[in-house]
């Protein structure tokens, strides 16, 4: 064998039982800084967590989570009650009346929400947004956020619904949809032009102007060839009470003549009066009940005398 084929065997062998060459793996890639996770409310709060089912929350979820910002609507920045370990001191809470007025009022503006500053239910230190509504404690299944059911709700002021409950005629109310909010508007301002002080405001007039009560009694509505001059002249309210009565058809009287006769008597006034004719003895039985022949005591539009 040649002398340079021999020194490149013996090359090729040295070579080959040298050590192998490791490559050096690159350095991993330097990952950047992880970003700061803000907390969110619902860490701590589980109100946070049940407010994803309420209306205010709208637009505000993302990954079935409330936006830090929606609270910071009506509670402000929470970051420094944050990093004082929830420090109460440094989070608002609306309470009262200063605390609807600056916080409930900067939404659901007056002008557009029938929210009065002049009414029953204006805010005050008694009354107020806050005393009716519950933002966070509400049943889900109540429309507006009411703090208890209506008639429970109203009650605590309003003493026309105990006779609601114990009258033996009256609304059913709390059901088939029915609520004091069907007849009352919570939020009314008293209005001018109204022909009786009580439709100034605080009662859900129809589209129309009329009564609330024609809402559902429709058949009472007219307009009548010949109207009944009590219905024309009064309300609903003249005849019957509409918060329960002791009598059938909430009558406010126990008998229909008492009714009638508080207008229809010879001794009341020429427009009203000189009924019944003389011929109605009031002491037979068969004139005691004026609905016996006077059926269409609403208005008719067949007879001048209501009897048909």
Do not use: W
Not at 54 to 75: F, L
Not at 129 to 152: E, W
Not at 156 to 178: I, V
Request: charged share 20%; with cysteine.
């Amino acid at each position: 064998m040649k002398r340079y084929a021999l020194g490149g065997l013996l090359l090729l062998l040295l070579s080959g039982l040298s050590p192998r060459t490791v490559a050096q793996e690159p350095p991993a890639p330097t990952t950047p800084a992880e970003e700061t996770v803000t907390p969110s409310c619902s860490d701590c709060h589980d109100q946070a967590k049940a407010f994803v089912t309420n209306p205010h929350a709208r637009g505000g979820v993302t990954g079935g989570v409330v936006s830090n910002d929606v609270c910071a609507t009506c509670h402000g920045d929470g970051t420094e009650h944050m990093e004082a370990g929830g420090d109460k001191t440094k989070i608002t809470v609306p309470r009262g009346r200063i605390g609807s007025d600056e916080t409930c009022l900067l939404c659901h503006e007056t002008s557009t929400d029938r929210i009065s500053r002049r009414g029953m239910h204006a805010n005050s230190e008694q009354v107020n947004c806050l005393t009716c509504h519950s933002v966070h404690s509400a049943d889900p299944r109540s429309p507006h956020l009411v703090a208890k059911p209506q008639l429970a709700l109203c009650g605590s002021c309003h003493t026309q619904a105990a006779s609601m409950r114990n009258k033996p005629y009256a609304h059913r109310l709390d059901r088939g949809g029915m609520t004091c909010s069907s007849c009352h508007e919570p939020h009314g301002r008293g209005s001018k032009g109204e022909r009786s002080p009580a439709m100034a405001g605080h009662l859900r007039t129809t589209r129309s102007g009329e009564a609330p009560c024609l809402s559902c009694h429709t058949e009472k509505r007219g307009p009548f060839v010949f109207a009944h001059g009590g219905a024309e002249l009064g309300e609903c309210t003249t005849c019957h009470e509409t918060h329960g009565s002791s009598n059938p058809r909430m009558l406010r009287r126990a008998t229909v003549k008492q009714v009638c006769l508080e207008c229809h008597s010879p001794i009341a006034t020429a427009t009203l009066g000189s009924q019944p004719p003389s011929f109605h003895n009031l002491s037979l039985p068969r004139y005691q009940n004026c609905t016996s022949c006077h059926i269409a005591v609403h208005g008719s539009n067949r007879d001048p005398q209501l009897l048909k």
